[in-house]
């Protein structure tokens, strides 16, 4: 199993990104995926997720309202768009594939970061 996650960067407070997952070596549909991040000198934490057929989503509380996570099955791949970055933003964001309810499969990051 691999995940490619890409589309981090450095943009301005209020600006918007969109990170995207690519996945391959797995039956991506039948998948329950998320995204965690992980700031400097903090612990990962969860972002988001999306079950395997799309049709249910969950957000941290710190996220609500300006993130978006989504998966299209036939690209194999996972978005989360973000909106309204702020700098507490800035992190490692990780795509995750969840299997017999663990987080089994991780991709490498990519980094965000947020200028005030």
């Known amino acids: 199993v691999q995940l490619q996650a890409s589309g981090g960067g450095l943009v301005q407070a209020e600006g918007s990104l969109r990170l995207s997952c690519a996945a391959s070596g797995l039956t991506f549909s039948i998948y329950n995926m998320g995204w965690f991040r992980q700031a400097p000198g903090k612990e990962r934490e969860f972002v988001a997720s999306i079950t395997w057929s799309g049709g249910s989503t969950a957000y941290s509380d710190f996220v609500k309202g300006r993130f978006t996570i989504s998966k299209d099955n036939a690209e194999n791949t996972m978005y989360l768009q973000m909106n309204s970055l702020k700098p507490e933003d800035t992190a490692v964001y990780y795509c995750?594939?969840?299997?017999?309810?663990?987080?089994?499969?991780w991709g490498q990051g990519t980094q965000v970061t947020v200028s005030s």
């Open positions: 995750a594939v969840q299997s017999q309810r663990s987080w089994r499969y």
